[in-house]
């Protein structure tokens, strides 16, 4: 079946380290996304590809980096520098005329 | 871009229609409205979408007034499986390129109760 998958699906992390999130789909999609959720709140998005080899700042960008080296993969890296960076992450895809299909989510807490 | 407006919580009984309102006054003529839920602590599902007629699958309809600017999201015989998250979201152009970045409010808590 075609989807998103994210790994780990809980991630620790230590203060001053980074991390990365996996984010993988299958569905030919040309669109990749990553959101932050924080509790109670919407989704803010991170960063987004519409192609292969592009990538551009989303709302809360600062801390973050991604990549989009291929079309199935779109890694995220919490940096040192992202101050807060405990959240439910999550990355999503999408084609021109379709919805967001989403993955299911990585939470990260900072210990 | 244009914004949503939704109650943060309501209560539905089980078995029967959950009617979830959305204001999206500010709505442009080629903007849809889309309808997501999300369990707890998984991503987000999507239900339905629509320009300006009414829309009906599997899961739910999707009445939209005539002037757009407010549409209803229609789960006719509620389970407790519905209890979630319901995110009415208006489709903005994304400033590069042919996909959409959406624009995420908080959304309405629907409570199922047996």
């Known amino acids: 079946d075609g989807g998103i998958t994210q790994s780990p699906k809980y991630l620790f992390r230590k203060e001053g380290q980074n991390v990365t999130l996996s984010c993988e789909q299958n569905?030919?999609?040309?669109?990749m996304y990553w959101y932050r959720q924080d509790p109670g709140q919407g989704l803010r998005l991170i960063y987004y590809s519409q192609i292969v080899n592009d990538f551009q700042k989303g709302d809360i960008a600062e801390g973050y980096s991604v990549s989009r080296e291929k079309k199935e993969s779109f890694p995220l890296t919490v940096t040192s520098a992202q101050k807060n960076p405990t959240a439910f992450y999550l990355c999503?895809?999408?084609?021109?005329?379709?919805?967001?299909?989403f993955g299911s989510g990585t939470r990260l807490t900072v210990v | 871009d244009a914004k949503t407006t939704q109650p943060p919580s309501m209560d539905c009984a089980e078995g029967r229609a959950a009617n979830l309102p959305c204001n999206h006054s500010t709505i442009s003529g080629n903007e849809y409205v889309y309808w997501y839920r999300q369990i707890h602590s998984q991503g987000p599902q999507y239900i339905i979408h629509g320009l300006k007629n009414n829309e009906t699958n599997e899961m739910a309809s999707l009445i939209i007034t005539e002037d757009r600017k407010s549409s209803t999201l229609i789960l006719p015989h509620a389970t407790l499986r519905d209890t979630a998250v319901y995110y009415c979201i208006v489709r903005v152009e994304a400033r590069a390129g042919n996909n959409r970045k959406l624009i995420w409010g908080l959304g309405t808590s629907l409570a199922v109760n047996p």
């Open positions: 569905l030919n999609h040309d669109a």
């Open positions: 999503a895809s999408s084609t021109p005329s379709s919805g967001y299909t």
